[in-house]
């Protein structure tokens, strides 16, 4: 299983950040999914296996981004 964010989404990643076993973030195959964590957006990513940000992805100077690939025990 994996999660795919699209610029919809992103608040809901900023609100429940769970470890998940793959994030992909941004334009993989979604032709124009932009992801914008904005001004006073606060996100953290956390993954067991893989976190791929791809085109499309960008932290504006006011937004906050955190990813980090984690080991289960």
Do not use: H, Q, W
């Amino acid at each position: 299983m994996f999660d795919f964010i699209i610029k919809n989404i992103i608040n809901s990643f900023a609100a429940n950040p769970k470890v998940r076993k793959e994030i992909y973030v941004g334009d993989a195959n979604c032709n124009g999914c932009m992801v914008l964590v904005g001004n006073g957006i606060n996100v953290s990513l956390r993954a067991s296996d893989l976190i791929e940000l791809n085109d499309g992805f960008e932290v504006d100077t006011n937004g906050e981004f955190f990813a980090d690939v984690i080991e289960r025990l």
